[in-house]
T-cell receptor, first 114, second 112 residues
């Protein structure tokens, strides 16, 4: 099993450009999450999904959109990148809700917006 | 008061030392508690869950004090491989499935 994979691993964008980060998991997990991690701050939840076809906002959703068309994939989109979105983005998945089971994280995507 | 607070460290200890980390949380309705470990430039991974009665996993012991709203992690006989950042994680009753709150982490460096 590959677990949770993320594509790409690194990306540099110019302000105003758009991009999509792809997360894939092969553990048949229902729940998937997107976090961002910034220096001096804890991981912060951007969006999450409790099943195929569903998405919900986390604590810092502004400037991001997500889609979960297939159970194994969770996409994070930036429509118009801003320097404030420079961060490390982690995808995670779990069997059920965050308060019950371990979350498995992908290796992260390091995004720089200039 | 921040939702989950940890001493950022770094804690610099020699091999074989015992080191303890504390974490405080602000919401008394908190439901579940975990310690995650994150190596430099890597993803977080679950180290252990924290139960009300306290629990041990090898050299690691986790304690929960609901009355004082703090969680602790004790590492005995530290190894070089224990060097990492330790994240305190808390979830809440009645919240959405996204209510997993991470502390900023405590950095541990074990020296030879």
């Amino acid at each position: 099993n590959a677990g949770v994979t993320q594509t790409p691993k690194f990306r540099v964008l110019k302000t105003g450009q758009s991009m999509t980060l792809l997360c894939a998991q092969d553990m048949n997990h229902e729940y998937m999450y997107w976090y961002r991690q910034d220096p001096g701050m804890g991981l912060r939840l951007i969006h999450y999904s409790v099943g195929e076809g569903t998405t919900a906002k986390g604590k810092v959703p502004d400037g991001y959109n997500v889609s979960r068309l297939k159970k194994q994939n969770f996409l994070l989109g930036l429509e118009s990148a801003a320097p404030s979105q420079t961060s490390v983005y982690f995808c995670a998945s779990s069997w059920t809700g965050a308060n019950s089971y371990e979350q498995y994280f992908g290796p992260g995507t390091r995004l720089t917006v200039t | 008061r921040k939702e989950v607070e940890q001493d950022p460290g770094p804690f610099n200890v020699p091999e074989g030392a015992t080191v303890a980390f504390n974490c405080t949380y602000s919401n008394s309705a908190s439901q579940s508690f975990f310690w995650y470990r994150q190596d430099c430039r890597k993803e977080p991974k679950l180290l252990m869950s924290v139960y009300s009665s306290g629990n041990e996993d090898g050299r690691f012991t986790a304690q929960l004090n609901r009355a004082s709203q703090y969680i602790s992690l004790l590492i005995r006989d530290s190894k070089l491989s224990d060097s990492a950042t330790y994240l305190c994680v808390v979830t809440y009753y009645g919240g959405s499935q996204g209510n997993l709150i991470f502390g900023k982490g405590t950095k541990l460096s074990v020296k030879p």
